[in-house]
């Protein structure tokens, strides 16, 4: 066993940078899988049913399935070039039919996570749902693209101020070629915008929600029953109506949060109802109302909760990637 570690991710993923020092000072041996850049660029996959043979090429290197300890299912997806054709899109999806069969091909190695609990863990709608079942407190919550729906959920909500996010993804692409694209922030929006624009929620299911009197956020990352919760503040964002941390519009600032056994204890039964070995969990706090529940991004960012705070998130997950009768 040559105690191989295969990360599917692409090139430029810093985080994947770092566990890659993790990994060799521990005696294992990462290795890359640009799975952005398959099938169009170096790597290669085969398999051959007639000698149930399975090999994986990276950057022209063979490597034999047996040698490969675990794989950690980071991000799969690219960013992408900054302009591809039709035809590249083509390929790519398709290898990434291949690329997600690969759990099957390999069910005796640490997957963290599953790809097919991965991607099914995306479904916003599915953990509102799961949280609420768990305990967890979520903000009041309208789903969908009714305007009859929509108004009454308005008036339950009364003189509440309200926020609007994707019901899937943030990331919006805005040509054929991936070359103009946009990210879209929760923010707050005025009762009347919507109430003036009803009719045109029937175009597209969105989140609308309670915007939640809060502190400051917490970003919760989980590695199997490990907790690493790190306090997020933003400062300086020119928009007055922005509620994301993630907005790059401002300064954030890192700092050390414990969070109660019970919430540690929620989010990891919440992790592992939806099928996941590792995610991290959005919430808001306030010494008044306590924690809310948003989201889990089930291959989000931690690296500032390592650098900044010195959680040693690298080693979790190699621990997890390389633990015995997973």
């Known amino acids: 066993m040559n105690n191989i570690i295969l990360i599917v991710s692409y090139g430029d993923d810093v985080h994947k940078r770092v566990f890659e020092e993790v990994a060799i000072k521990n005696n294992y041996k ?9 099938p169009i660029e170096n790597e290669e996959l085969s398999i051959n049913f007639l000698d149930d043979n399975l090999f994986i090429s990276v950057k022209d290197k063979k490597v034999d399935p047996n040698d490969i300890f675990g794989v950690w299912w980071r991000r799969p997806r690219n960013r992408g070039k900054d302009k591809i054709t039709a035809m590249d899109r083509y390929m ?23 790809p097919e609990a991965t991607r099914m863990a995306c479904r916003k709608p ?8 768990l305990g967890l407190k979520i903000p009041d919550t309208y789903l969908g693209n009714s305007p009859e729906g ?3 959920f308005l008036k339950m909500l009364n003189n509440k101020k309200i926020i609007i996010k994707p019901i899937g993804t943030s ?10 694209s946009m990210v879209v922030f929760t923010k707050i929006v005025e009762k009347q915008l919507i109430l003036d624009n009803m009719e045109m929620v029937k175009n597209c299911p969105v989140i609308f929600q309670e915007a939640v009197e809060k502190d400051s ?8 029953d490990q907790v690493f919760c790190a306090e997020v503040s933003l400062f300086g964002c ?22 109660p056994k019970k919430i540690q204890l929620q989010c ?26 948003f989201e889990i991004n089930p291959q989000g960012q931690w690296l500032p909760s390592e650098i900044d705070l010195g959680y040693p998130i690298s080693i979790a997950l190699l621990k997890s990637l390389t633990r015995q009768g997973v």
Request: charged share 25%; with cysteine; aromatic share 12%.
């Open 30 to 38: 990462p290795l890359l899988f640009d799975a952005g850049g398959y």
């Open 92 to 114: 790519q999806l398709e290898g990434e039919v291949l690329v997600r069969s690969l759990r099957d091909f390999l069910p005796d190695v640490n997957w963290v996570s599953d």
């Open 126 to 133: 599915v953990q509102l749902l799961v949280a609420k079942k």
């Open 150 to 152: 929509l108004l009454r």
């Open 171 to 180: 990331f919006i692409d805005l040509s054929s070629d991936g070359s103009n």
């Open 217 to 224: 956020d917490v970003r919760i990352t989980i590695v199997d």
């Open 238 to 259: 020119s928009d007055p109506n922005n509620v994301d941390w993630r907005n790059h519009d401002g300064k954030r600032v890192y700092t050390r949060h414990e969070l």
């Open 268 to 293: 990891i039964a919440f992790t592992k109802a939806m099928g996941l070995r590792f995610g991290c969990i959005d919430m808001a706090y306030s010494k008044k109302n306590g924690y809310t529940f």
